[in-house]
């Protein structure tokens, strides 16, 4: 099996920023996309920035500018740097990564246990 932890989530005032890491670890033996994903309260999860394995990267068009994602495989980590944080950031942030176990062998997807982001204004 494959785990992810998150860490860094805390309370930050408006215009502050933040980095997120997460870890994977477990039986990891590729892994390919990664990605941070958010929701707040009463609204459905959704994808702030994903990262593939060559380096590509995609953003929530309302964190573009804002927001960086970058990977360490070599460490199994992705971060998500965030500045000028806004209240409309706050939510509980989850790390996903599709992630091969054995050569030769399919992929699936992991999620973290998410952490609390909470902006103040």
């Known amino acids: 099996q494959v785990q992810l932890a998150e860490f860094g989530g805390r309370l930050v005032q408006s215009g502050g920023s933040l980095r997120l890491s997460c870890t994977a670890s477990?039986?990891?033996?590729?892994?390919?996309?990664m990605a941070w994903y958010r929701q707040a309260p009463g609204k459905q999860r959704e994808m702030v920035s994903l990262i593939t394995r060559g380096g590509g990267t995609e953003y929530l068009d309302s964190v573009k500018g804002r927001f960086t994602i970058s990977r360490d495989d070599f460490k199994k980590q992705v971060y998500l740097d965030m500045n000028n944080m806004k209240p409309a950031d706050t939510a509980v942030y989850y790390c996903?990564?599709?992630?091969?176990?054995?050569w030769g062998e399919g992929t699936k997807n992991y999620w973290g246990q998410g952490t609390q982001v909470t902006v103040s204004s």
């Open positions: 996903y990564a599709d992630v091969a176990t054995a």
């Open positions: 477990g039986n990891v033996f590729t892994i390919y996309d």
